[in-house]
């Protein structure tokens, strides 16, 4: 008679903190005794999955630098010298025909490399997530088998991303160009050309305001993805649409807990922010480790390990069904805070 699975009892109230202590044991007996290989694995699949937000952050400080560094010189080159400036007139720089040439070039060249950069950067992020998650379950340090055995559910990740990405990057590039071309049309029109420009800057700052709360809801979006839909897609081996399907009764049915749990996830969010901050500011007196990609994550591991390992003891407490994680300490034994892995976990199944 084959031996039945049988399936964790889910408790009558999930605990947070028990997650929280659970995930310290786990990002540490994940790593110790030191396991190279592995610590290699994770830093590479680690540096994968944050390469979208790498582009997401560092595209709009270094997208403006590079219009700017573009920009200022040609510009600089058709003003009138001082000797001219009597003569110069606003309307018509603005309406020059190179202004306009240049303007366009830059813009359209900045969002070809902008969505050419995070076509690649997502797609590579999407492979690292399920990679990372993959090592982590499951205690192995391997790169090619799990990468084509979840392709499928890497793909429909990557797609959710690069479509949110593409939308939303598109919706502020285009109102940026829509306000040049008004700012250009103003500026014929209006008598007072330092209004127009006064005028141009600022409803450029409301959109901004206005596309934040957006901006802030895609994070949480995608936060949630991240933390619980792509577990039960790994699970279930399932698309993000169906694994939202599943989740969306677990969240109806733990509202007060996922709201406790993304307060301590935030928290914890700044507080390795800032240690990791400090770690970089005395690296950097000493050798450029942060500059070197994959290597400067290297230190990092075990943080990263436990703000993955957080939402998933999480996610097994709050439905048993999703107890995916390998047990490392032995029944009875207890670990770094009184966790014990003294269940086995569930089979990794495609759904039915």
């Known amino acids: 008679m084959s031996e039945q699975l049988t399936t964790p009892a889910t408790p009558a109230d999930p605990s947070v903190i028990e997650a929280f202590a659970g995930a310290i044991d786990r990002s540490f007996e994940s790593l110790f005794p030191l396991n190279l290989k592995r610590w290699s694995v994770f830093t590479v699949t680690i540096w994968l999955s944050g390469l979208a937000a790498l582009v997401v952050s560092a595209g709009g400080v270094f997208g403006a630098m590079g219009f700017f560094s573009g920009a200022i010189p040609e510009v600089a080159l058709m003003l009138p010298k001082l000797d001219e400036l009597d003569a110069f007139d606003p309307r018509e720089f603005f309406q020059s025909q190179e202004v306009s040439e240049m303007f366009w070039v830059l813009w359209g060249?900045?969002?070809t490399v902008t969505l050419l950069v995070g076509l690649i950067a997502f797609f590579a992020a999407a492979r690292g997530k399920m990679l990372f998650l993959h090592n982590l379950v499951s205690l192995e340090d391997k790169l090619e088998e799990p990468w084509d055995r979840f392709a499928k559910e890497s793909n429909s990740l990557f797609r959710?991303?690069?479509i949110i990405f593409f939308l939303f990057f598109m919706t502020a590039a285009g109102l940026f160009a829509f306000r040049w071309v008004q700012f250009v049309a103003n500026v014929s029109a209006e008598t007072s050309v330092q209004g127009v420009i006064t005028d141009y800057g600022l409803s450029l700052l409301g959109e901004a305001l206005a596309l934040f709360p957006i901006g802030l809801l895609i994070l949480c979006f995608f936060a949630i993805t991240n933390d619980f839909v792509v577990p039960i897609m790994y699970k279930r081996r399932v698309g993000?649409?169906?694994?939202w399907a599943f989740f969306m009764p677990i969240f109806r049915k733990w509202p007060g807990t996922f709201l406790?749990?993304?307060?301590v996830r935030i928290v914890?969010?700044?507080v390795i922010q800032f240690f990791i901050q400090s770690i970089y500011g005395m690296l950097w007196c000493v050798f450029c480790l942060p500059a070197i990609p994959v290597l400067n994550r290297a230190p990092f591991i075990p943080l990263d390990l436990f703000m993955r390992a957080f939402p998933l003891l999480l996610l097994e407490k709050m439905d048993g069904e999703y107890a995916i994680l390998q047990?490392?300490?032995?029944?009875?034994?207890?670990g770094f805070l009184s966790y014990?892995?003294?269940?086995?976990?569930?089979?990794?199944r495609p759904s039915q």
């Open 327 to 334: 047990p490392i300490v032995k029944s009875g034994e207890s």
């Open 340 to 348: 014990t892995g003294d269940r086995q976990p569930n089979e990794i």
């Open 160 to 162: 959710l991303y690069y």
């Open 268 to 270: 914890c969010f700044f």
């Open 109 to 111: 060249s900045l969002v």
């Open 240 to 243: 993000w649409l169906r694994g």
């Open 260 to 263: 406790f749990y993304f307060g």
